[in-house]
């Protein structure tokens, strides 16, 4: 498949705070990709740059084969953007809202009335396009900023924290919308600190500290974890896993005050600790990785942590 981003060593400072740091990854027509990291981990950054509203200080991105940074009114051509913030009009309908968004890409006329119809069918908002935009709830203003940005039918969607402030069933409707744009041809990349949002893409990248650190599908991402992962909490953790290396060989990982161990058979583990030091063990608990678990794999810090 053609590559529709092609991110080439990009890097950026805001005076001594390094934001990116040679970060390079590429993402085919029809795939939906998301950038998965705290706050402050260089997301945000990398979308303002992928969108033209922020000059990197180092390398360079082609949307389609053009360069942000030397043709960027003809990269903005080929996208369509749903940022952070809403940039509805509230006191608009959500008609006029996608009117006077296609107007500004030049479109007029009986094409933009039949493109707006058609945006409003396909995010389900046909019956609310009398509506002013300041009675629908979160979940459908954020689609209706969604259909204003497939109005000049971008073949590349970006897209930053997209659901933030969603509940749960708005954000899987939303992140079903996405998900069909994908299977259509759109390229979809987003930026998210939300696990559930990340699984549901094709391939999610990791962003710690300005870096992308790992690039892969979700499952495979996990994958790459060996195992189960426990997590073991006790009044003296610093004898218990010295005495955990020296019965079972095993080192952990210190994550948030807890003994961290990533091994095959966790329920065995788990099992295995409470027998051999009862008096020891607060609690123990084990599970499949998540990718809050490939983030900490990567980093040594949970996502949570790292974004507070």
Avoid at 45 to 64: K, Q, S, V
Avoid at 76 to 94: A, H, N, W, Y
Avoid at 106 to 113: D, T
């Amino acid at each position: 498949m053609a590559e529709v981003i092609e991110v080439q060593n990009l890097g950026h400072r805001f005076g001594d705070r390094v934001a990116l740091s040679g970060v390079r990854f590429t993402v085919a027509a029809g795939e939906m990709m998301a950038l998965l990291g705290p706050n402050g981990g260089g997301k945000t950054t990398l979308f303002r740059i992928l969108a033209t509203l922020l000059r990197p200080t180092e390398g360079d991105a082609l949307i389609l084969g053009t360069s942000v940074t030397r043709d960027p009114a003809r990269a903005r051509e080929c996208m369509g953007i749903v940022f952070q913030r809403p940039s509805l009009d509230l006191k608009l309908t959500t008609r006029e809202n996608l009117r006077h968004h296609g107007m500004l890409y030049g479109l007029s006329g009986a094409e933009l009335a039949r493109r707006c119809d058609r945006s409003l069918e396909l995010l389900g908002l046909s019956d609310r396009a009398r509506d002013a935009a300041g009675t629908l709830s979160g979940g459908l203003q954020r689609r209706a900023e969604l259909a204003k940005a497939l109005l000049p039918a971008p073949r590349l969607l970006l897209l930053d924290e997209p659901s933030t402030g969603l509940d749960p069933g708005a954000r899987r409707d939303f992140l079903g919308h996405l998900a069909a744009l994908a299977a259509e041809g759109v390229t979809v990349l987003l930026t998210t600190h939300f696990m559930e949002e990340a699984e549901r893409c094709a391939r999610v990248g990791v962003m710690h500290e300005g870096r992308l650190v790992a690039s892969d599908a979700p499952e495979a991402l996990k994958a790459a974890i060996g195992g189960d992962v426990v997590q073991v909490s006790g009044p003296d953790l610093e004898a218990l896993a010295g005495k955990v290396s020296g019965r079972f060989g095993l080192s952990p990982r210190w994550v948030d005050g807890l003994l961290r161990y990533e091994v095959e058979g966790g329920h065995r583990l788990a099992a295995a600790l409470v027998d051999a030091f009862p008096g020891e063990i607060t609690s123990v608990t084990w599970g499949r990785p998540t990718l809050d678990d490939v983030f900490t794999h990567l980093t040594g810090r949970r996502l949570e942590g790292a974004a507070a």
